[in-house]
């Protein structure tokens, strides 16, 4: 590992004056490496998909860990779509002149070495390693053991790009160890890895935040809230409610608590709880709500359902007396990463704003907008409920940071 | 601690949400208190010299400790200072339409509880509690045992300074007790402590960053650089050289070693020495240094010195072939604090610019200029060396985060 971290922090200083021509003809040659490949690659990827059989991976699992040709073709598409995007390396901002005559501004600067840890997913290979080389940052990715030929058949094609632009090969490092001990020294290397982003279960996560002494772009759970007002449209809230919690189950935007405000609970609760039950979605609701809905399906939900993330077709729903126990409510059980109000009240949506200390707030939106992607970032390499650096979804910018730069004609201090 | 640390975070809901007027009146209130509290300030201080004294403390450690009635001015000026800044909080930007119709931007926060772990200068007690106040966040303030009375006098003209104003008391707590367990808790509450400020010598920020489980924003060392271009006009090299070393002699954005181009070194060197000498400046050189001045009172370096923070009057000088040795030298041997060229060349400045990682890098000024006050920030809780988050000087907007807004009419994903 020490040799990978020297590896990478001198190809980090390479990467860091590379030119936008450069890294984008970089991910070009990746692009048509991975559609050159795809035979190489699928027959790398079944080599894992049958292990992972033998060793009774679940459907999940497996599906996670496939790579079809439909796959193939988005990973090729995703390292063009990150080429057109602009290069955010060497951006200068907010240059001034000071009343002691020396102009002072920012320059946005890659941050070094990033180091990847994650699972199954071989898909994340490409994306990680196109992200950091677009922000001119060296990467050691770690996938998991059940990926392991597949993301070597990947190493191979980013590397030939790579070479293909001249651009240093070892500024993309896929570790062909996958035991933890690897994990382990990758996280403690603060002299060779700038920072860790963990992509993976919440197991995963936690443990390397631990144990870590180089900083950490954390992702936890995602227990998403939308509180519908006493002013909302409930047309508005309907649809938003539903589309929150239906439009994808395993994500972690999809909301996890409804909460209503008493005054319209009444009106707003049962149709939409017959259209969660009809849709197959599981509901477990506080006392009111089963008092309002009458419907045996509808189970009680206990206190472990405000601060449970389902991942699933479930939905934990409350009714709230006021806005301050709407907010008291998501202070306590949020993750601070999405939270929505549904309110046409101006002064509520504003408090709302500035109240909820959420990764990403919103007003009459549902919470599956949360996503580097719909905020126009180009691309994401995860969200962080972190609140130092990067927050919410983080896209090349959250991969750089920003120097000061002086400009003078001979000034001193006086 | 546990105590502390609850209190805090209950305080930081709340200002968090305070208004600006609130804040800047609070600030205004503590200005009051600390003038009319001169005498109280100028007697619990006397205790703490006696101490020191007592214990044998050297004269730059008593003369940091000791509040003057200037100091004491200084101070209340300082909070009148940071209440005329404008209220970082709240702050929106980037709002932009996206092709879905919602509408998305971010909106400025406070990063909620701020520990400042600190040694003996009372005077920070006051500026990191005003900066934290104005920026919205809770804190928790730690000094040094030597400071001990005149710290609790300070949190006393804060106490009653926040009452005055309906702002909660606990937002500002500076700790009693001063044995190191308490530091060993405080930087192991993430439940409680969003960021770790220390803000002393090497040795405590060494240990709080291995140790800390809460983000820490650190300060090494500064190893700053100024280099002489072969392209430098040397008029403004001789007075920025001079300038960066001799301007005070204990700050971290002195200049501690002087590189100069071979080209240039002959015709520059043996003047700016002798005036460096005459001004009683020990100086260190390479050999071609001391050929080229030929002077008995100038040492030879040795390869310690490159690595060196002399806070001294202490130079270490190279001579260097070209550019790329100059960069190298940098790169190897700076603590990426902030480094100056000296050069009328567009593309070798250019070069510089990009290529060097530092958190404030300048073309024809004095390293000096690297301050938050110079900066236009307003003020400053220290000089970042890392990356993530924070670089360079800390003002008010070091202590924030930014989160995502996001505005619809109803709005769900398709």
Redesign the interface.
């Known amino acids: 590992m020490q040799q990978v971290g020297q590896q990478a922090r001198k190809a980090a200083?390479e990467m860091?004056?590379a030119t936008c021509a450069h890294k984008d003809a970089a991910l070009r040659h990746i692009a048509d490496q991975i559609e050159a490949s795809s035979a190489e690659l699928t027959q790398a990827n079944a080599l894992d998909l049958d292990a992972a059989e033998t060793r009774g991976l679940d459907s999940a699992m497996l599906d996670r860990l496939r790579l079809t040709p439909e796959r193939i073709a988005a990973m090729a598409e995703g390292c063009r779509q990150v080429a057109e995007l602009p290069d955010p390396v060497?951006e200068i901002s907010d240059m001034?002149y000071?009343p002691?005559g020396?102009q002072?501004g920012k320059?946005r600067?890659p941050?070094?070495v990033i180091g990847i840890i994650y699972e199954s997913r071989p898909n994340v290979t490409v994306d990680a390693a196109i992200l950091c080389i677009k922000s001119g940052n060296a990467t050691v990715l770690r996938g998991g053991s059940e990926a392991a030929h597949s993301n070597q058949a990947i190493a191979s094609c980013i590397a030939k790009g790579m070479h293909a632009a001249g651009l240093p090969t070892q500024a993309v490092q896929i570790l062909k160890t996958t035991d933890r001990d690897a994990v382990g020294l990758m996280i403690r290397m603060p002299e060779y890895v700038?920072?860790i982003v963990p992509r993976g279960g919440k197991g995963l996560i936690e443990r390397i935040?631990?144990e870590a002494?180089v900083?950490v772009i954390k992702h936890l759970d995602g227990i998403c809230h939308v509180y519908v007002d006493a002013d909302a449209?409930l047309?508005?809230a309907k649809?938003?409610a539903?589309?929150?919690k239906t439009?994808r189950y395993g994500v972690c935007n999809a909301m996890e608590t409804l909460l209503v405000h008493q005054q319209v609970a009444a009106q707003f609760l049962p149709d939409l709880c017959a259209q969660y039950l009809t849709h197959g979605v599981e509901l477990r609701g506080c006392d009111l709500t089963r008092e309002l809905v009458n419907d045996d399906r509808l189970l009680a939900a206990t206190d472990q359902d405000w601060g449970t993330e389902y991942l699933a077709a479930v939905l934990s729903i409350k009714v709230v007396a006021d806005f301050a126990s709407a907010i008291e409510h998501i202070?306590t059980y949020s993750s601070a990463h999405t939270e929505?109000i549904i309110t046409e009240n101006y002064t509520t949506a504003r408090q709302f704003?500035?109240?909820v200390?959420?990764?990403?707030?919103?007003?009459?939106?549902?919470t599956?907008?949360?996503d580097g992607f719909?905020?126009?970032l180009g691309a994401e390499i995860g969200i962080s409920t972190?609140?130092?650096?990067a927050?919410?979804?983080v896209g090349l910018q959250g991969l750089t940071?920003?120097?000061?730069?002086?400009?003078?004609?001979?000034?001193?201090?006086v």
């Open positions: 200083s860091a004056v060497g001034s000071r002691s020396i002072v320059m600067v941050l070094g700038d920072v935040s631990r002494t900083p449209d047309a508005k649809s938003i539903f589309n929150a439009h202070t929505s704003l500035r109240t200390d959420s990764s990403s707030v919103m007003v009459n939106a549902s599956r907008f949360a719909e905020y126009g972190d609140k130092l650096h927050r919410g979804p940071s920003e120097k000061y730069i002086v400009f003078g004609d001979g000034h001193i201090r």
